[in-house]
């Protein structure tokens, strides 16, 4: 059992997740609980099954298993769940034809928890102006929109799937700390995908790794930063002393051996090398070479 | 109904092109010409007022029962691409995600596009109708003028023409979607799984009935047998006698007869057991849709 799994209503409920596609199974029996006023990082390599999973969870896909969103079965009852529910998909997918005046006022009537002031206002300070037409925004605005949009609709989840694909740095940077001011309070949970996860890693406050269709970690940040350990060690003899404390992944950067500990006591590292927390894309790397970081996952 | 009524919103703004700045390009192109055709003496305004003066009232009538038919023509074309394209326009805009995240079913989605079919986009082109018979009128009555041949006291007679064309084009074109409705629901749902090749599709379906039905149960050759035959009924439009007989008749044009006969030799029960069908290809592409990969 993970430590994130405690929690008496959580916002997300899977048991025995699985998913095929053409006889392949993409998904491999998930088990997992996301509790209220968590921001989670759902990461795994391209085709590892994390649009899938959250396609199952926003009930956009079918599965076997079971899970429940809010208490709902998304695939059963998407539209009812969607009240509560907003996300972003990893395309542009806002509709084009639109302006932008016409997708508040269209949204105002179809969606019952969403804020056309709200949206409005965060507008505010970016160069999209009501009259203009979403095919002629660039693809940093339509992001901006988009947020807007979603930021404005009075959600108890938020699932933003590669939000920021395509985007350069500065719009990065802007589209997420959007998000933790404008946003993020404790009545709201958060579950993110990115590749480009240092960008990430402050936000979080849980990580999931998924890797070929199974949950190989699923931690709160606070217990990564104890359980693992970065140790660069350069002489010889230590890294002989270092390989035998069973590190989970060993390479070489610029000269200098890195090696990756799991729920190994830093006092018996520090005397061997330099000490750090590996840094989420180093863990990323480190354990999706390895058969399971969380051999005890589903007990 | 607020998010229902929407939905529909949504179908005009995004098909208001052909449904709205199409015809009123053509109106104004047609009205433009007419215009142009007075001022350059092509159409000599005393000639064609005199005209009037054989029938003058039959020839409002007339005149805008065509510009009607005409319209209807048209409203049918843009329909049948509105059914092939708008029921996949959501996943062709990329925007299926997008609609997805809305808290709407799919069934409620699909059924907006062909309500949508049904009211706000045949309403406006007959919105459009009434404009162009608006405009046609003006010309005609204001020739007349030039000649001499009409009278400011003639305007009651000419309104209430007027509404009565109005009337029977409405009629008209009501019992014609009903009629056509079931058409309409199969090509959706079929472009809802196929996009635009729901087209060619919707049109090869009924000859592949038909083939097999002259396969298995025999006939003259495949386009012989009951299947086909039903769907040339069924494809006929919505008629009546009533306009044969005006012709002859120096009766003027009564569109409460009209439609009462209209509505009297419609075939209600198909009309009902279309609207069936309709609604069950409709929940039938939405149950696909709701399965179908999003992105």
């Known amino acids: ?299 | 109904m607020k998010a229902f009524s929407a939905l529909i919103h949504r179908e005009f703004i995004e098909h208001r092109g052909a449904f709205l700045i199409g015809p009123l390009i053509l109106v104004a192109l047609l009205f433009g010409a007419t215009i142009l055709a007075f001022t350059v003496g092509r159409v000599d305004a005393r000639f064609s007022g005199a005209i009037f003066t054989l029938a003058p009232l039959r020839v409002y009538e007339v005149g805008f029962l065509g510009f009607g038919l005409g319209w209807l023509l048209y409203l049918i074309s843009v329909l049948i691409f509105y059914c092939a394209d708008g029921f996949a326009a959501d996943k062709r805009d990329n925007a299926m995600l997008f609609w997805k995240s809305m808290p709407i079913s799919d069934f409620r989605m699909l059924l907006s596009k062909l309500v949508a079919a049904l009211t706000i986009l045949p309403g406006t082109v007959y919105g459009v109708a009434l404009l162009s018979g608006f405009l046609l009128f003006g010309v005609a009555f204001t020739t007349m003028m030039i000649t001499g041949t009409a009278s400011w006291g003639s305007l009651g007679n000419i309104a209430g023409v007027y509404v009565q064309v109005a009337f029977a084009i409405l009629v008209t074109l009501v019992c014609g979607l009903l009629w056509y409705l079931p058409f309409m629901g199969v090509a959706g749902a079929l472009a809802t799984a196929l996009g635009r090749w729901a087209l060619p599709v919707s049109a090869l379906l009924p000859a592949l009935v038909s083939v097999l039905e002259w396969v298995t149960l025999g006939g003259l050759h495949p386009f012989d047998t009951n299947s086909w035959r039903y769907l040339e009924w069924r494809l006929a439009p919505p008629s009546t006698d009533y306009l044969d007989t005006l012709f002859v008749t120096d009766a003027p044009f009564n569109a409460l007869t009209y439609a009462m006969t209209l509505i009297d030799q419609m075939d209600w029960l198909q009309v009902g057991l279309g609207a069936g069908l309709a609604l069950a290809a409709i929940y039938i592409a939405s149950e696909y849709r709701r399965r179908a990969a999003a992105n």
């Open chain 1, 1 to 299: 059992m993970t430590d994130a799994t405690l929690t008496s209503n959580p916002v997300v409920s899977a048991r025995g997740l699985k998913k095929s596609f053409g006889g392949k199974q993409i998904l491999h029996g998930l088990d997992f609980d996301i509790p209220a006023g968590r921001i989670y990082g759902l990461i795994g390599h391209n085709g590892a099954g994390k649009t899938t999973t959250l396609n199952a969870m926003l009930g956009l896909t079918s599965y076997e298993g079971t899970i429940r969103v809010l208490g709902e079965d998304p695939f059963a009852h998407r539209a009812r769940l969607m009240e509560n529910v907003a996300f972003i998909s990893d395309v542009a997918s806002l509709p084009r034809f639109l302006r932008v005046r016409e997708l508040f006022a269209l949204l105002t009537n179809i969606h019952p928890n969403f804020s056309p002031d709200k949206a409005r206002s965060f507008l505010e300070g970016t160069d999209i102006r009501p009259e203009m037409k979403i095919r002629t925004l660039s693809k940093g605005m339509v992001a901006q929109l988009h947020l807007a949009v979603v930021m404005a609709i009075d959600a108890k989840l938020l699932v933003l799937d590669e939000p920021t694909l395509g985007l350069d740095i500065s719009y990065r940077k802007r589209f997420y700390r959007r998000l933790l001011e404008d946003y993020m309070s404790e009545e709201r949970t958060l579950i993110i995908t990115t590749h480009q996860v240092d960008e990430i890693e402050f936000m979080l406050s849980d990580i999931m790794f998924i890797r070929d269709g199974d949950l190989i970690l699923h931690m709160q940040m606070e217990t990564v930063n104890e359980k693992f350990s970065q140790l660069v060690v350069n002489e010889p003899e230590l890294q002989v002393e270092a390989r035998a404390l069973a590190p989970v992944y060993e390479e070489t950067r610029f000269g200098q051996t890195v090696m990756i500990y799991d729920g190994v006591d830093r006092a018996r590292l520090e005397p061997l090398g330099r000490v750090s927390t590996p840094t989420m894309s180093d863990l990323f790397v480190a354990l999706m070479q390895r058969p399971t970081a969380n051999p005890e996952r589903g007990q």
